[in-house]
Structures are given as C-alpha cells and as structure tokens.
C-alpha cells in the first residue's frame, strides 16, 4: 500500500474518533486510568523492592562479605567450621583503602530464658565494627547494644516476646501482675510507675476481633502504651534489668577447623597420608614429628600462615581430624531488644561481643570469623552498593591493600550473591498485583474491542463502499487498527501523564506506614511498623505500559475488521 | 489470465468487449431455502455503451450488477471482466480490478460520513496512489463537471439526495474507469433532478467514452438508454438496441 494510502487512512481514523466523540472519550478514559493505575502500582512494587533491598543491606547484609569460598557454597547451613583467621589483616587492607569491615562468627544454637527456650542464630560481632557497616544498632528498641568484654546480647524482637525477655509489649493481665510484683519489689511508686505505661488493648479498634479471649479473668490481653517516652522505658527495663527476667543461657556446639596438636599413628597412617594430595604431603610431614614417648605424631609448626596451609591440605584431603567440636554453654544476659525495619534483625537472632567467646569461658574461637563484612566508608544510607561496592571491586581493593593476592580459599561475596532465593521470592512477590494491574488493562481492552466491534458492525455498509471502491481487506484492516491503535495512543499518554502525576508525590514523600498502622488502633499489627514507603520512577514501565497499551489496543481491532471484511460485499452493502 | 478483447459491432460501430457474461447463474441460500437469482445470463458489453437493464422488482437487476462488478462470486458460467475471468482471480485482484476499473453508483449514494464531498471524490485517487497535486486538479475539474465546484468542503450528510448522488457520480467518474454500474441512481431522487443526473451521465459518456449500464424500474432511464436490456426471474427477456 502506498504512504499516501496510509495517510488517507489515518485520516479516516481520526475523524471516525472525533464523529463518535463520547465513545472516543470514555474508551481512551478507561485504558487512561488502567495504564496509571499499572504504572503507579508497578512503581509502588519497585519502590517495596528497593526498600526491602536497602532494608537487607542496612540491616542484614552489608556490600559484600570476605568468606572462605567452602562456607559460601554451604551458606544456608550456617557451617561455622568454615572459618577463618588472622582477619584483622584484611580489616586493616580494607580500612586502608576506604572500607569498612566487620568481622562475625555466626553459630546456630539455642537460647533458654527462664520462661522458654528457642533455636536461635548468633552473631559473635565487634559492636564498633558492627556499627560502622550496618544501622540495625540504632534500632535497639528497649536497652542498649551489648559492649566488649560483658557477655552481653542483644536480641530480635521475636525472640524476647517468645522468650518473655525484657519489656513485654502485649502481655495477658496474669503476667503484668507477677512482672510488677518482681520488679517493682513492694515499691508502691515502682508499681504504679509501671502500671501508669500499660493499658487494656483496644480490641475493637484493631484489625482482628479477639474479644473473646477477654471474658477469662487475668486473661486480659494488656498493651504497653504508644506514647510511653524514651525515659521511662529506659527506668522500666532498669526495673526489669534488676529481676532475672533478662538472664539467658546459650547453647550451642560450635565446630572449629583446626590444625590437631596430636595425631595418633593409625590416623596418620591409615587416613591422613592416604588422602592428601601428593604435593601436600610434604608440607604436612615437615610440620609433625613422631614422639616414640607418647606414641603420637606432635605438632612442631609455630608459622600461622604454614599452619593455615596445612589446614587447607587437611580440609582438600577430607580428613576428619582437622574438625573441632566444642560444645559450651554460656550465660549471658539480654541487654537489648532490636526492633528493625528488617525482618532479619528483629528474629530469633542474638549479637553478642566477639572478644568475650575467644576462651574456654566462651566458645574458643580463638580468632576465628565466618565473615567479614564489607562497606564502603562514606556509603549513603538511602543508595544499594553500586559498581565501587561490587565484590570484584571490593577484592581488588583488599588485595591493593594486602599488597599481595587473597589466599584462594577465600573470596568477596557481593550482598546479591546471597539474595538469590529471595530475589526469587520478590519476584513473586510482585507478580501477584501486577497480575491484578494487568487484569484491569485487560478489562479496559475489553471496552476497546467492544468500541471496535461496534463500530465496525455500525459501519457495515461503509466498510462494503470502501471496498467496492477497490480497498484491499488489509488495508481496511489497517484502518481499523490504526483507529483502534489511536484510542489506545490517546488513553496511553493520558495515563502515563495520569501516572507520573499520581507517582510524583509518592516517590518525593513516600507513605508513612508507621502513621497508617496507629490509625488502625494499637491491636492488630503485633510489631511496630517504622518505615516510609516511597515509590521509584520506574522509565521501562512508564513507557512500556504505554507502548503495549497502544499496541494491544490496535491489536483488539484484528479480529472484528477480519471478520467484517470476509462478508461478501453485496452483504455488507445491503446490511441495515 | 487476460484474453484478447473481442470486438463488437452495434449498429456498425465497432466496441471493444469490457464485460461478457456467459451463461451466467447465481444462488443465494436464503434461511435454509435456495433463491435462483439469475437463471444462465449471457450478455455482452462493448465500450462506450450506455445501457439499461429493467425488471421488475426481484428479477436479479442488481444482482447482476454486483456480479459484473466483480462484488460478488458466480455460482455458475463465466464473468469477463476488461478480459480478465472474474472466477478465477483471487480477493485481492479482485479488489484491485474494482479500484483500477470499476466505478459504482448506488441508489443509497454510500457516501463515507466523515469524508468532505472532495475527500468522497477523491478517495478512489487516493487508493491508487495517485500524487497530491494531481488529485486536487482532478477532483476541481470533476467538482466543476457535476456542478458542485461550491460545496468541496461540505459533508455528505449536509447535501441534497440529489447532490449526494452527483457527489457518488464524481467519485465513480474520477478514476475515469472502464466501466460505470449505476444500481437505479435515480430512484431516490425527483423527476427533475434524475433528469438532470441523467443529463450528466449522458454528457460525461460522449466527452470520455465511459461505458454504463444502469439498472432501472424508470421509464425515463430507459428512454436515455440506447441499449435496453429486459429482465425477469434472472433470465434476458429482450436485448434492444435502439
Ligand atoms: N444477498 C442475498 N441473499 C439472499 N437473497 C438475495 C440476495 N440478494 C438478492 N437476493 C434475492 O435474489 C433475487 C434477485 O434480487 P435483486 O436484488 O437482484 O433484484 P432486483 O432486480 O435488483 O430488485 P429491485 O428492483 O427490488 O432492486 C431476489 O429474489 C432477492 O430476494
Ligand atoms: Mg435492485
């Protein structure tokens, strides 16, 4: 078909627009809204995403993380035995070349309070270094972070309310009581001081109705009111401090590599010699001499660095000796109760000062890390870690530092890296509403084809002339289809104008969350929302929605001009 | 695909074949029932001619138009058209033969709404990819010869019938095809104004040669007629010329 052919067509196109000027407007007005709605919603999700990626970065995760490459790949065990030493050299490589770094023994273990006890994931943290690469510290919601040398926790807000840790925010009326009777120890200010913070939960304003549960005497559900000040929390946990109520117990069975002090001759023989690799073989023999005395194989290496590439040896050979158990139990109290924007810090998760573990009063670490997590120093709260925080930019830097290449068995793990499974997960996530979003731009295309479908039976006779006149069926559909395609045009940029306006104050001041949860009454949300929801400007689906909003739109007249233009002509032509 | 032209001799001139019908049948199914709408035509068109077929209502007047047309597939015989076998040509040539040299005019107009009269006129130049300054001399000169110079930029809906079927002439004539099929153009219209209709179409056949054939119940389209051909239950009753 020629150009000018296609103009005439457009230009029919638009006139039939503007003949039937309401059909026109209300068409264009529904896939107007379905298109903002979609690009508001779509960036509202990003915005989610974005968030819940800063959130694990600021909270969880840092940049990246400095692990042996066997830990990472057995990451989701927590395998502790997978450790590593002398670390401070790294710290001080990295704190030379900009970067901050916090070294983590993270062990699984159990906490037991004196109400209960419940699996827990520790940190073994230097508080200072800790600070310097993640926020969660300054989310400590009653009490303080835990200091060196004190074994000290700090706990996720989960966890205290599961263990009945520190100050209780939804007590039964039962609890209240026997808390107020050790705490305040007979002293009627005490008592009155810390019955003035709570009152009955307001069941009928929250979320779920659970009056039921109040018809049972001292069965009451209590709740620590919103507006209690910074003050008297910190005189309630002093009051509760002073009780039992915060002393814990950890258990845990930490397994450490090491290289043994003592090797007895049938491991030597029948294990250890077997199983490494040849070009090991003499570094090992070098560092043992055999005591005919004690009848064992004695450790006579002092090089830590030699020790460490036994070690390696060890571990490439599979020998079972090079592992450590130490089972410990240690007492500690909970000095803080961490309530995040993150999920990850406010659960069933323990901080606790590396230094006090390293002993046999700990958890003979000895030096050893899991990790060592990595920041850049300046690095902007509100931004993910970009190019100068990849893991390659990051192990070139340690490594300009070092002066020397990283020991293969270690690597720098990019936060990502680890977020595989919840990547995953977010997308799902956001699948759902953008289904709902899609669903309502379907239902707009619905109008649009009914426009079409009737527009292309009102004109009958006027498709059977064109025709007649010589008009070839692809070109009548073309016509359509641009008509359609137009609709489609006007309600895209409509919406997308729609869109960004409705976007803009969502992405400039976000959506208090924490001020829409108080509105909805203390009950209902069992933890305190903190956080400021904001949306992104998201330009692929701005214009994207658009683009596929005018192409679906002129797709939807396909099929009725298909079917107007297989009518014979005379049909068409006598068609009232 | 395309035969020699035969020639035709009426009344000792000699015409080239544009249309030839032959033994020409055409069925419609109607709820269930078969209607014979044209019952073996064969009927021979030369150039420049300017004819009548008249019947009466239901004889298969218009049904042989749409045929001759090429709007319409035969249910049997064959259909010439400009020496190309309608029955063998596919939807698309077809609609390319129509637009290169068929024009139609209809008893209803069929005019495109939202077309002005110079857009209506034009549209078949416009199909053929013919140049922008051409089309707006062509369509001056035949807004002039229909005598509508005056209204180019109204709308259809804003005309006379009378006007609307001179705009539906200009738009057949424009393209200045071979043949012109007139299904009853005057039958909306009064006495005076198919008259002057008629006077034109007459005028626009001696200046340009343009062929015609009308389909009509109006004793006057028959008295212009110089071929009149006679219809009745789709069969050729009588073929004059006068
Ligand atoms: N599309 C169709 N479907 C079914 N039957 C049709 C169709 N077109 C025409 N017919 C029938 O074919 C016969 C011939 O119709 P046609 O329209 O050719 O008559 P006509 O001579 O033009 O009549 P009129 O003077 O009323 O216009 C009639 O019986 C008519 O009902
Ligand atoms: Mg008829």
Known sequence: ?576 | MREIHRILVIKGVYRMVVIKAENVTKDYALDGQVVNALRGVSLEFGSGEFSAIAGPSGSGKSTFLHLAGCLDTITGGTMTVDGADAGKMSKQELALLRRNKIGFIFQAYNLIPVLSVEENISFPLTLLGINKKEIKERTAKVLKEVGLADMAKRRPKEMSGGQQQRVAIARALIKKPAIILADEPTANLDSTIGREILELMVALNKSEGTTFIFSTHDTMVMDYARRLIRIRDGQIESDVVK
């Open chain 1, 1 to 576: 078909m020629s150009l000018n052919g296609i103009w005439e067509l457009k230009k029919i196109a638009l006139r039939n627009l503007a003949r039937h000027k309401v059909k026109t407007v209300l068409t264009s007005a529904a896939i107007m809204i379905s298109v903002a709605v979609y690009i508001f919603m779509s960036s509202w999700l990003g915005g989610m995403a974005v968030e819940s990626r800063r959130n694990i970065v600021n909270y969880d995760m840092s940049a990246a993380k400095l692990q042996t490459k066997l830990y990472f790949e057995r990451k989701d065990e927590l395998p502790s035995y997978e450790n590593f030493k002398n670390w401070e050299r790294y710290r001080d490589a990295l704190n030379r070349e900009g970067f901050n770094a916090a070294p983590r023994f993270v062990f699984n273990g159990t906490l037991f309070s004196n109400s209960g006890s419940a699996p827990m994931r520790f940190n073994a943290v230097d508080p200072a270094a800790e600070k310097s690469v993640l926020h969660y510290a300054s989310y400590v919601d009653f009490g303080r972070y835990p200091q060196n040398g004190m074994f000290e926790l700090a706990i996720g807000t989960t966890a205290a309310e599961k263990l009945r840790v520190g100050i209780p925010t939804r007590p039964r009326r039962l609890e209240l009581e026997e808390l107020i009777r050790q705490a305040a120890q007979s002293d009627t200010p005490n008592e009155e001081f810390i019955r003035s913070l709570y009152e009955t939960a307001n069941m009928s304003g929250g979320l779920f109705n659970v009056a039921a549960e109040t018809h049972i005497a001292g069965n009451e559900r209590m709740a620590l009111k919103r507006n209690v000040s910074r003050g008297d929390l910190d005189r309630l946990w002093e009051l509760i401090a002073a009780t039992d109520r915060n002393n814990v117990r950890i258990n845990a069975v930490i397994d450490i590599k090491a290289v043994p002090e003592t090797i007895r001759p049938t491991l030597w023989e029948g294990e250890l010699m077997t199983s490494l690799r040849e070009e090991d073989k003499e570094l090992v023999e070098a560092a043992y001499t055999y005591e005919e005395f004690i009848g064992v194989y004695l450790l006579t290496e002092e090089d830590e660095a030699r020790k460490d590439q036994i070690l390696s040896a060890m571990i490439r050979a599979g020998f079972r000796g090079a592992v450590r158990h130490v089972n410990q139990l240690v007492d500690a109290v909970v000095v803080g109760v961490i309530n995040s924007p993150d999920p990850v810090p406010n659960g069933n998760i323990g901080y606790i000062p590396i230094d006090v573990l390293q002993d046999e009063s700990g958890m003979m670490l000895e030096g050893a890390v899991t990790e060592l997590l990595i920041r850049r120093k300046d690095a902007p709260y509100t931004e993910l870690p970009g190019a100068d925080e990849s893991s390659k930019a990051i192990a070139a830097a340690l490594e300009r530092g070092l002066g020397e290449p990283l020991p293969d068995y270690l690597a720098v793990f990019f936060w990502m890296d680890y977020m595989k499974d919840y990547l995953g997960y977010e997308a799902l996530q956001t699948t759902a509403p953008q289904v709902l979003a899609a669903l309502l731009l379907f239902i707009s295309f619905l109008g649009i084809s009914n426009t079409i479908l009737l527009a292309v039976l009102e004109r009958t006779k006027e498709i059977g002339m064109m025709r007649a006149l010589g008009m070839t069926d692809r070109q009548m559909i073309t016509a359509y289809m641009l008509e359609a395609g137009f609709l489609g045009f006007i309600g895209s940029v409509l919406g997308m104008i729609l869109g960004c306006i409705v976007n803009y104050p969502m992405v400039e001041y976000g959506l208090n969350i924490s001020a829409m949860a108080d509105s909805l009454g203390n009950s209902g949300v069992g933890f305190r929302v903190t956080a400021i929801m904001r949306s992104v400007w998201n330009i692929p689906v701005i214009f994207g929605s658009g683009i596929t909003a005018t192409v679906l739109a002129s797709f939807m007249a396909y099929f009725p001009t298909r079917r107007a233009v297989k009518m014979p002509i005379t049909d068409s032509l006598r068609f009232e």
